[in-house]
């Protein structure tokens, strides 16, 4: 197939119902030659985003995409130009997103879709769907390239939940269009990527309001919507033109992002794939589906880092830091996507430490470089993903590990981390120790969702053992003082390496997934909560658990009943 949201392995068409059983796969890689549902426009300093779906488009046959609704295959695009603005569009400073559609911005998340999806596979487009979205906020935070969105239409639902994600929203004042939140009324569940969170405590709409809001189908327009802090403001349609290049222009001025630099262009991600392997450049992962594991090794770099940031942007796609984010970002969308069954994965690398705390040097010592700022950014989206993806994660250290610096960030990432004590005698005696080492990144830019780096949230409430550990920086630390620093969980000798890896997959194996999924969630985030760890924790716990609810999905529920002309029968009892 030509789209680019439908792009699969040769083993057939992804379907929500089948993937992850094996035989179809989605695939995330895209290209903005093949996009069905967006196209980009530049002008200077503004780059326009212009939503524009293709009804027949669908990722699986089986619902049309009308009004401008998406599903997984719309996002996948929608991430993929985002990501491509950020790296290859330096001098873009603002982004104006927009609907092709007359009187329609976006009509949200294709109801026809997610009534004919498997409950996994709504959760995972939540989830993605978010993550785009907290991209996008990233992105006008942190990279001088602020998103306006220019609700030229009605924008309900998820569609509403994209111009949230924007920094200004402007609504057209037309007396029909309106943004709205109606899945409660409609659907029977709640906006559970973010739009709730976001209304709250984003655009600090009244409590009351909000609850208004978010019970009345057709939504709010007009000034009232301004009043309500809905919208920022709106504009007469023969003005509309006029108003959006304006405010384009405004918000362009206000930017650092340099109008003179080369981007770095996005080259096709090389990946091999087979029911067994995933193998990229620099990643590579072996399936294992007796155990039920994943088990991936990140190799270090090979050669030195450039001289300057000037030499590594002219290395483009190729320059490690970006090269070994691209691929851990596919792997982790595949494997979540496509694999559901293979529930732990076991972090391995391989290479010289002193090469990867080198690299990160650099982008730290270049950090007011926008190149160098979007990569960190990128891998601490990167990061991110991994820490929200429902799956347990092992990191296994030995002779020959380089878990330095932003590597090591994986073994701060896992639920647990193993480091081998000493060498394995039998097989390489002479080796030098399995070491960890802390780097200057360790200690900033790489953040979680809670607003934390790794080892603030691993000491959380516990300052004395995090000033210990950073006494420790740029030290290789052996299995032993690893420990006793609280960097690692346990340092088996050679012994009984293989089986105490062999006995923690087997345990994992053995618990219920949904009871794992909880008790991870529950203490990967501790401290803070931001916004972003409310999207996660909080709002799509109770969506995904209302999803699965016979009043949202069962055969007389909201989402099944939906455009039958039938109301839905709902259980009264509140749980």
């Known amino acids: 197939m030509t789209?680019?949201?439908?792009?699969?392995?040769?083993?057939?068409?992804?379907?929500?119902?089948?993937?992850?059983?094996?035989?179809?796969?989605?695939?995330?890689?895209?290209?903005?030659?093949?996009?069905?549902?967006?196209?980009?426009?530049?002008?200077?300093?503004?780059?326009?985003?212009?939503?524009?779906?293709?009804?027949?488009?669908?990722?699986?046959?089986?619902?049309?995409?009308?009004?401008?609704s998406y599903d997984l295959?719309?996002?996948?695009?929608?991430?993929d130009a985002v990501q491509r603005l950020r790296f290859e569009h330096p001098e873009v400073r603002t982004v104006v997103i927009t609907s092709a559609k007359p009187k329609i911005f976006c009509a949200g998340?294709?109801?026809?879709?997610?009534?004919?999806?498997?409950?996994?596979?709504?959760?995972?487009?939540?989830?993605?769907?978010?993550?785009?979205?907290?991209?996008?906020?990233?992105?006008?935070?942190?990279?001088?390239?602020?998103?306006?969105?220019?609700?030229?239409?009605?924008?309900?639902?998820?569609?509403?939940?994209?111009?949230l994600a924007c920094e200004h929203i402007m609504l057209v004042d037309d007396r029909s269009s309106a943004v709205s939140l109606p899945e409660l009324p409609l659907l029977g569940v709640l906006?559970?990527?973010?739009?709730?969170?976001?209304?709250?405590?984003?655009?600090?709409?009244?409590?009351?309001?909000?609850?208004?809001?978010?019970?009345?189908?057709?939504?709010?327009?007009?000034?009232?919507?301004?009043?309500?802090?809905?919208?920022?403001?709106?504009?007469?349609?023969?003005?509309?033109?006029?108003?959006?290049?304006e405010r384009a222009a405004d918000l362009a001025g206000r930017?650092?992002?340099?109008?003179?630099?080369?981007?770095?262009?996005?080259?096709?991600?090389?990946?091999?794939?087979?029911?067994?392997?995933?193998?990229?450049?620099?990643?590579?992962?072996?399936?294992?589906?007796?155990?039920?594991?994943?088990?991936?090794?990140?190799?270090?770099?090979?050669?030195p880092p450039p001289a300057d940031?000037?030499?590594a942007a002219g290395q483009g796609a190729g320059f490690w830091p970006l090269a070994v984010t691209r691929e851990l970002d596919d792997l982790i969308l595949d494997l979540r996507t496509n694999e559901p069954e293979l529930g732990t994965w076991v972090f391995r690398t391989d290479g010289e430490a002193a090469q990867v705390l080198a690299y990160d040097g650099l982008l730290l010592a270049n950090a007011?470089?926008?190149?160098?700022?979007?990569?960190?950014?990128?891998?601490?989206?990167?990061?991110r993903r991994l820490d929200v993806t429902s799956r347990s994660l092992l990191a296994v250290i030995e002779p020959g590990s380089c878990f330095a610096g932003s590597l090591l960030e994986l073994a701060l990432a896992a639920d647990r981390s193993f480091q081998l004590a000493g060498v394995f005698e039998d097989t390489d005696p002479d080796a030098e120790p399995a070491a960890i080492t802390l780097g200057d990144i360790n200690f900033g830019p790489l953040t979680m969702s809670n607003g934390l780096t790794r080892l603030q949230t691993r000491f959380w409430g516990d300052e004395a053992s995090l000033e210990a550990?950073?006494?420790?920086?740029?030290?290789?630390?052996?299995?032993?003082?690893?420990?006793?620093?609280?960097?690692?969980?346990?340092?088996?000798?050679?012994?009984?390496?293989?089986?105490?890896?062999?006995?923690?997959?087997?345990?994992?194996?053995?618990?219920?997934?949904?009871?794992?999924?909880?008790?991870?969630?529950n203490y990967r985030f501790a401290g803070p909560e931001t916004l972003e760890t409310k999207i996660f924790g909080r709002l799509s716990a109770w969506q995904n658990w209302i999803f699965n609810r016979p009043n949202a999905s069962g055969p007389d529920g909201a989402l099944r009943r939906f455009g039958t002309g039938q109301r839905a029968l709902f259980d009264r009892k509140r749980v």
């Open 3 to 68: 789209s680019a949201a439908a792009q699969h392995d040769q083993t057939g068409d992804a379907s929500p119902a089948a993937a992850g059983g094996g035989r179809e796969r989605v695939e995330f890689r895209v290209s903005p030659e093949r996009y069905r549902h967006w196209r980009v426009s530049y002008d200077g300093p503004v780059a326009t985003l212009i939503m524009d779906v293709d009804e027949q488009g669908g990722l699986v046959p089986g619902y049309e995409l009308k009004l401008n």
């Open 73 to 79: 295959g719309v996002d996948i695009e929608l991430y």
């Open 109 to 163: 998340a294709n109801i026809r879709m997610l009534a004919a999806s498997a409950h996994g596979w709504k959760v995972n487009f939540c989830k993605f769907t978010n993550e785009t979205r907290n991209g996008i906020e990233d992105a006008t935070a942190n990279s001088g390239q602020t998103y306006l969105a220019a609700v030229n239409g009605t924008a309900s639902g998820g569609g509403y939940e994209l111009a």
């Open 191 to 245: 906006p559970g990527t973010g739009g709730l969170t976001r209304v709250a405590d984003k655009r600090h709409v009244r409590r009351d309001l909000a609850d208004y809001f978010s019970t009345r189908p057709e939504g709010i327009g007009g000034k009232k919507a301004v009043q309500w802090r809905l919208v920022d403001e709106v504009v007469p349609r023969p003005r509309w033109e006029e108003t959006v290049t």
């Open 255 to 303: 930017s650092s992002r340099p109008g003179d630099a080369a981007g770095v262009s996005l080259s096709p991600l090389g990946k091999t794939r087979d029911d067994d392997t995933i193998t990229y450049s620099i990643v590579s992962a072996r399936l294992s589906r007796d155990t039920g594991s994943v088990d991936i090794t990140v190799r270090g770099p090979q050669a």
């Open 309 to 311: 940031m000037a030499e």
């Open 368 to 383: 007011g470089d926008w190149f160098a700022n979007e990569v960190l950014h990128y891998l601490k989206r990167t990061l």
């Open 469 to 521: 550990a950073s006494k420790r920086q740029g030290t290789p630390l052996e299995a032993e003082d690893a420990a006793d620093l609280g960097l690692i969980t346990f340092a088996p000798d050679d012994i009984d390496w293989d089986e105490e890896i062999r006995i923690v997959i087997e345990e994992r194996a053995s618990f219920s997934p949904d009871a794992l999924s909880g008790l991870e969630a």
